[in-house]
T-cell receptor
Framework: DGGITQSPKYLFRKEGQNVTLSCEQN?????MYWYRQDPGQGLRLIYY???????QKGDIAEGYSVSREKKESFPLTVTSAQKNPTAFYLC????????????FGSGTRLTVV | ELKVEQNPLFLSMQEGKNYTIYCNYS?????LYWYRQDPGKSLESLFV?????AVKQEGRLMASLDTKARLSTLHITAAVHDLSATYFC????????????FGTGTRLQVTL
């Protein structure tokens, strides 16, 4: 079955630590996205990539980094520079011209301990 | 900058009642999407509206798109408790294919 997989489901980060969230898709989608969602809030775009080896900052990129070395994979690193990383992180992918909109992964809940 | 506004932000309604959620957007678009999010879960695609006048229905939910008015509606008929969730609309401006812009979300609570 085609889909988009995020791991881990839950992640705990210590102060000053970098952590990486995984996002893999087998839908053959060109574009991939990372969003952050705080409790009771909407979605805020962190980074997106429309093609391998290229990505653009979203609205809240500070303290985050990404790579897109393979079409299937778009990992997100939450660096120690992100001072308030506790949130729900959603990865999504889409085909060209959003024929079906986005397909979302199941999300990663990150908590600072 | 594209703005997408939903109203109401919060809706509490009784089972069996009808109601409409509105999604207004600020630029030309002929593609609009509705998603549902259950508490603590990811977003699930509900409707894809790809032309002016498009209407889609699934169970007690019906979505429509009026590109001239820059408005989409999500109509709930005879609400049931299982429809309790947060609903998001998302828009792609005409001629662009970089990313969707999401509305603020409407939290729907259906009470007995």
């Amino acid at each position: 079955d085609g889909g988009i997989t995020q791991s881990p489901k839950y992640l705990f980060r210590k102060e000053g630590q970098n952590v990486t969230l995984s996002c893999e898709q087998n839908l053959n989608h060109d574009a991939m996205y990372w969003y952050r969602q705080d409790p009771g809030q909407g979605l805020r775009l962190i980074y997106y990539s429309q093609i391998v080896n290229d990505f653009q900052k979203g609205d809240i990129a500070e303290g985050y980094s990404v790579s897109r070395e393979k079409k299937e994979s778009f990992p997100l690193t939450v660096t120690s520079a992100q001072k308030n990383p506790t949130a729900f992180y959603l990865c999504a992918s889409s085909s060209e011209w959003f024929s079906y909109g986005y397909t979302f992964g199941s999300g990663t809940r990150l908590t600072v301990v | 900058e594209l703005k997408v506004e939903q109203n109401p932000l919060f809706l509490s309604m009784q089972e069996g009642k009808n109601y409409t959620i509105y999604c207004n957007y600020s630029t030309t678009s002929d593609r609009l999407y509705w998603y549902r999010q259950d508490p603590g879960k990811s977003l699930e695609s509900l409707f894809v509206l790809l032309s002016n006048g498009a209407v889609k229905q699934e169970g007690r939910l019906m979505a429509s798109l009026d590109t001239k008015a820059r408005l989409s509606t999500l109509h709930i008929t005879a609400a049931v408790h299982d429809l309790s969730a947060t609903y998001f609309c998302a828009v792609a401006p005409t001629g662009t294919a970089s990313k969707l812009t999401f509305g603020t979300g409407t939290r729907l609570q259906v009470t007995l």
